[in-house]
């Protein structure tokens, strides 16, 4: 395991027998950790992070292991100095049965019982859901980890990054959309409810003229505001697809190193 010595390198010891107890470390990813003693797999940055746009996130590193029983693969992520333990269940989407993430759970837990063990829940916001089934209809972790046939899988990347490529560039026809119209359409509707809504004056009164006037322009700025964040939410979620295919890139190009 990835570790930089003293307390965290006997966590990261414990950590490598719990996970060879429960099955096989098939690939590594590191944040800021240098690569100590640990199995002879690929060793990867872990992309997700290093692309941040800030560096307040502890220094860790992660695993892919595979179920010796069922087969199935789970994301390990090992944070020695919050001493916590993570299974992310976004980027093994598809791979793992609750019954094998249980099991999981039971023997980090043995394993490491002076470390947290969690389970990260799905974001809407940051759109979890969609970029691992996007991910998963183009080219599978399984096959980036385990296939022979290496030149089918690299298909399957191209094909994703094509994917990530029309996601951004969706994105940004949404986002300059949003820009161009919203400014003169709030100005028009402005112009048209205060002299529409001003034939009501009398009928409506000061204060109930205003309230309208105030909620059809707001409503306006809602529905623009809402259409705006879905463009930067679908920008962020292209760029996670991206970084997807770049880290499956380097896991096969480790592969070959390796001999694999």
């Not at 972790?141 to 560039?169: C, F, H, N, P, Y």
Request: proline share 4%; with cysteine.
């Amino acid at each position: 395991m990835a570790l930089n010595g003293g307390n965290a390198s006997a966590d990261g010891k414990r950590l490598l027998d719990a996970l060879n107890s429960f099955g096989t470390v098939l690939a590594i990813k590191l944040y800021r950790l240098g690569r100590g003693p640990g199995p002879d797999v690929p060793y990867i940055p872990c992309l997700d992070h290093e692309a941040m746009l800030h560096e307040h996130v502890q220094p860790h590193t992660a695993a892919y292991v595979q179920e010796a029983s069922s087969g199935d693969l789970h994301e390990v992520i090992f944070t020695p100095s919050l001493r916590r333990l993570q299974i992310d269940p976004v980027s093994t989407w598809g791979e793992h049965s609750p019954e094998s993430r249980a099991r999981l759970i039971a023997v980090l837990q043995q394993g490491l019982p002076d470390y947290s063990v969690h389970v990260l829940k799905l974001s809407r916001w940051r759109g979890d859901r969609r970029v691992a089934t996007a991910c998963l209809a183009q080219v599978s972790l399984r096959d980036v980890l385990l296939a022979s046939d290496t030149a089918a899988v690299r298909a399957g990347i191209e094909r994703l990054q094509a994917v990530a490529g029309l996601m951004e560039k969706h994105s940004r026809v949404g986002s300059w959309g949003i820009r161009t119209v919203t400014g003169p359409l709030l100005a028009a509707a402005g112009a048209v409810t205060f002299l529409i809504l001003g034939e009501f004056r009398e009928s409506l009164g000061d204060t109930v003229l205003m309230a309208l006037r105030y909620g059809v322009i707001g409503a306006l700025g809602a529905a623009f505001l809402y259409y705006g964040m879905k463009a930067v939410q679908l920008t962020a979620m292209s760029n996670r697809v991206w970084k997807r295919t770049a880290e499956y890139n380097l896991i096969l190009a480790e592969r070959k190193r390796l001999g694999r």
